[in-house]
């Protein structure tokens, strides 16, 4: 009880006056709250795919910064998608999807890790600090899709207009990207893990994943590191903004501005005329 009124007490503070108190070793933490709230606000963002959901940690954090919208969670390993339907049944704006998205449909071996938050379709590489933890403790069966499939289904059922992709797939994001297609370009903005020092077989390195986004049209917003083997970085998520979605010209302050409601409407669809960097060949 304690713990649940010192939480509420925590968001009432960061949501209504910006102020964040953690310890030394949730800092990183503090920092994608930040982060986050901004370009969520930003973007004015009604609808968050949130893919590798887990037990639903990232929905919960949405939750704690003031993101009220609809979230469509999917998480592949069975007993955590039946953990995320009991959290989401008190919640009328969060859908759960026991799936594992991926650039196409198949059936494939799933890596159950120790820590269940490690589990990837990737194989884990040997050794390393997190060799433990990240050991397949089981491989189960599952059958992928494609976020493109439930982007649609979604949409016209919800009927949003501005969505956000969070990725947390050890190792797979870029798969799972490239199974949206064409509709990746109708996300306002995307959140996704990225290695520094890789942990599985096949996994992207840094240079791929920003060149990927780059290519599709999308630029840095945030680096929020995420795992560290001290005193190195192993993982970091970055956060990344449509370029045809910004609408205000570059600014050094941190009061943001933000449009209203029917400037938003009325210009969903229009192309930035911000100059930004050359994508890079």
């Known amino acids: 009880m ?13 949501n209504k006056m910006s102020i964040g108190i953690a310890h030394a070793h949730r800092f990183p933490l503090l920092h994608e709250k930040h982060a986050l709230r901004e370009l969520l606000v ?19 954090l949405l939750r704690s910064i003031g993101y009220n919208g609809r979230i ?20 009328a704006n969060w859908y759960i999807e026991s799936v594992a998205l991926d650039s196409t449909p198949r059936h494939v071996e799933f890596n159950v890790a120790s820590s269940h938050s490690l589990s990837s379709l990737h194989t884990p590489l040997p050794g390393g600090v997190f060799e ?6 089981e491989r189960i069966g599952v059958d992928t899709d494609t976020l ?24 797979h994001d870029l798969s ?8 990746l370009s109708e996300f ?3 959140q996704s893990e990225v290695a520094i020092a890789p942990l599985y077989q096949d996994q992207p390195s840094l240079g791929e994943a920003v060149r990927f986004y780059d290519e599709r049209g999308f630029a840095i917003n945030a680096v929020l590191p995420t795992h560290y083997a001290f005193p190195t970085l192993i ?10 979605r910004i609408h205000t010209g570059p600014t050094t302050s941190y009061r943001r501005q933000r449009r209203k409601p029917d400037e938003v409407a009325a210009g969903a669809n229009e192309t930035s005329k911000v100059v930004l960097p050359p994508k890079s060949e």
Not at 73 to 84: C, V
Not at 132 to 137: E, F, L, N, V, Y
Not at 235 to 244: K, T
């Open 235 to 244: 993982e970091v998520d970055l956060l990344f903004i449509n370029r045809r």
């Open 148 to 171: 493109d499939n439930y982007f649609r289904d979604y949409q016209k059922e919800l009927g949003f207009r501005r969505a956000f992709l969070k990725m947390d797939t050890q190792g």
């Open 176 to 183: 799972v990207a490239a199974g949206a297609g064409e509709t």
């Open 72 to 91: 469509v969670s999917f998480e592949p390993i069975p007993r955590l998608a039946k953990t995320l339907r009991k959290k989401a049944a008190h919640d």
């Open 42 to 60: 930003y973007l004015d963002i009604d609808c968050v795919f949130d893919v590798g959901a887990n037990e639903g940690q990232y929905a919960e």
């Open 2 to 14: 304690l713990g649940t009124f010192k939480r509420i007490l925590q968001d009432i503070a960061f």
């Open 188 to 190: 306002c903005g995307i």
């Open 132 to 137: 433990r933890d990240i050991t397949a403790s």
